[in-house]
């Protein structure tokens, strides 16, 4: 991370945003995967405090979606959008109060459509992770999402997935599915 940032932070901001991490992300439930966790999460955060501050140009727009634990429905909004916009658009996800895994039943429906969520975890709401975005969409989190002037934000009112039956999640997916597909045509109009 230090020579990917090299010229745009310190080695001690890059060792900060690290050891934040490993703080924010010790009760996740797949310990082996702490590590690539620990550098993912805090590539995201160092390239989003990037984007913000102008350091790296955004090509793409930026989506951030939101919700309580960051394991349903954000997730599944989150892999959608990333699916269909076909990098086209750059997307994040996060949660005000993230849980220890993704819920089963939501990679279960997610995979039925060939789109795999082994490689996500549930990550934690950060302000670079606001602030680099240009559309924020907010399911179930209340007002725990920070506001910054130049964003547009949205509240999705979905049911949660959490203890629902696979044909439940499988409703809320196909729901997030029509509004991700919609939010991409307004972003990325067709033809662009």
């Given at each position: 991370?230090?020579?990917?940032?090299?010229?745009?932070?310190?080695?001690?901001?890059?060792?900060?945003?690290?050891?934040?991490?490993?703080?924010?992300?010790?009760?996740?439930?797949?310990?082996?995967?702490?590590?690539?966790?620990?550098?993912?999460?805090?590539?995201?955060?160092?390239?989003?405090?990037?984007?913000?501050?102008?350091?790296?140009?955004?090509?793409?727009?930026?989506?951030?979606?939101?919700?309580?634990?960051?394991?349903?429905?954000?997730?599944?909004?989150?892999?959608?959008?990333?699916?269909h916009a076909k990098g086209k658009v750059h997307v994040r996800?996060?949660?005000?109060?993230?849980?220890?895994?993704?819920?089963?039943?939501?990679?279960?429906?997610?995979?039925?459509?060939?789109?795999?969520?082994?490689?996500?975890?549930?990550?934690?709401?950060?302000?670079?992770?606001?602030?680099?975005?240009?559309?924020?969409?907010?399911?179930?989190?209340?007002?725990?999402?920070?506001?910054?002037?130049?964003?547009?934000?949205?509240?999705?009112?979905?049911?949660?997935?959490?203890?629902?039956?696979?044909?439940?999640?499988?409703?809320?997916?196909?729901?997030?599915?029509?509004?991700?597909?919609?939010?991409?045509?307004?972003?990325?109009?067709?033809?662009?």
């Amino acid at each position: 991370l230090a020579q990917e940032f090299r010229g745009i932070y310190s080695l001690e901001t890059v060792e900060r945003y690290v050891n934040e991490a490993i703080d924010r992300l010790a009760g996740a439930r797949v310990v082996d995967f702490i590590p690539l966790f620990v550098h993912r999460f805090s590539r995201e955060q160092l390239r989003a405090l990037a984007q913000a501050e102008g350091a790296i140009i955004k090509e793409v727009p930026e989506v951030l979606f939101v919700c309580v634990h960051n394991a349903g429905r954000s997730q599944m909004a989150a892999a959608l959008l990333d699916h269909h916009a076909k990098g086209k658009v750059h997307v994040r996800s996060a949660g005000s109060t993230p849980a220890d895994q993704i819920n089963p039943a939501v990679a279960a429906v997610m995979d039925e459509w060939g789109i795999d969520l082994s490689w996500e975890f549930p990550k934690p709401l950060t302000d670079e992770f606001v602030k680099a975005a240009d559309a924020v969409i907010t399911m179930g989190c209340g007002d725990a999402c920070p506001i910054y002037p130049g964003r547009r934000y949205e509240d999705w009112e979905l049911d949660d997935p959490a203890g629902q039956p696979v044909e439940v999640v499988r409703r809320i997916r196909d729901e997030i599915d029509l509004r991700v597909q919609q939010l991409l045509a307004e972003l990325v109009p067709a033809g662009a």
